[in-house]
């Protein structure tokens, strides 16, 4: 029983955990290389899905009749785009090159990314509103939507990246991320009413999907630690400056929060970061070195999604 207990206490340290054990056990035993070979085409698949699944059992909780803005959901929008701004800014003003340029765009890709889909699996393990979360996060993937495809060209600008394909590529990940799984609660919660109420009775089901994401998450991101062309010095850099950002955007966002009640749902908002699709993001317009940044990141923010779920359940039993 100590041990269930613990898992439950620590799903996500432990999946984050058990991801690198796997990838170190697969890259440090030649034998297992054909069973990685035929894997690695099956498991790019496995992340969307888990995402759409983790989601479709969200929206099945959500009452659609309360997604409306609130105040909060603004200045986290707001503070956001200012933080953008100001990386973005201190690169072309001070003419950033080299190192130092793959610093700032692997923060830039943590915090440019939208709001994690899967926030709202946090937020209501630690009481928050769920509805207001799921609103944020079409919110935020829309300002995502925008920044990218004017902030990045100014950037890298010989990668030719125009704002109507940027943005219609980046509008249709947020609708296959998003839209769909949504729509397909909606349609699930007002026709199949015996497989809704088995399904929302099945207790922290999405939690744990995410943690069963976690696993695939964490040993993609020890690999591209592993194969960075860079040095290790650099990549701790990179991954400390994401615990830094990390610990920023959390307290910032729960003190955003602190003038409108939702103290949990703006830390959420601003600190819990979509990290599978800054990756994507930041290798296809940005040096691919900076996907270390969010893929970093990751860890720390699901680190402290941990400590808040503990001093939670800590705190009211």
């Known amino acids: ?10 799903t996500l340290p432990v999946s984050i955990g058990l991801g690198i054990i796997i990838y170190f056990v697969f890259a440090e035993i030649p034998e297992l290389e054909p069973v990685c070979e035929w894997f690695l085409p099956l498991s790019r698949p496995i992340l969307p899905s888990f995402m759409f699944l983790i989601l479709f059992t969200v929206f099945c909780k959500v009452d659609f009749k309360k997604l409306r803005p609130v105040k909060w959901q603004m200045w986290v929008a707001i503070q956001q785009v200012v933080f953008v701004l100001l990386i973005v800014g201190l690169i072309l003003v001070f003419h950033i090159h080299g190192e130092p340029l793959v ?18 699996v946090i937020t209501a393990k630690l009481g928050g509103c769920m509805e207001q979360m799921t609103t944020y996060t079409f919110i935020s993937n829309f300002v995502t939507a925008i920044l990218i495809p004017v902030c990045f060209p100014l950037i890298e600008k ?31 919660k007002h026709t199949c009413h015996r497989f809704h109420r088995w399904l929302i009775g099945i207790k922290d089901l999405s939690f744990y999907l995410w ?5 695939l998450v964490a040993g993609t991101t020890m690999r591209n630690i592993m194969h960075a062309n860079t040095s290790l010095l650099f990549v701790g850099v990179i991954a400390i400056l994401g615990l830094v950002l990390s610990i920023i955007q959390f307290a910032t966002g729960r003190f955003i929060g602190h003038y409108f009640d939702s103290v949990v749902e703006s830390g959420q908002a601003l600190g819990q970061k979509n990290t599978p699709f800054a990756i994507w993001a930041a290798s296809a317009y940005l040096n691919p ?15 402290i999604n941990s400590f808040e779920l503990w001093h939670y359940q800590k705190k009211h039993g």
């Open 103 to 120: 610093l700032l765009e692997a923060i830039l890709a943590c915090v440019i990314g939208p709001c994690a889909a899967a926030s709202s």
């Open 158 to 188: 010989g990668e030719h990246l125009t704002f109507l394909s940027a943005f219609l590529g980046i509008l249709y990940q947020v609708c296959i991320v998003l839209v769909v799984p949504m729509v397909l609660a909606f349609v699930v």
């Open 1 to 10: 029983m100590r041990l269930v207990r613990f898992l439950k206490d620590w």
């Open 289 to 303: 070195l900076s996907t270390v940044g969010p893929g970093c990141y990751v860890l720390w923010q699901n680190l």
């Open 211 to 215: 943690g069963g994401s976690l696993v």
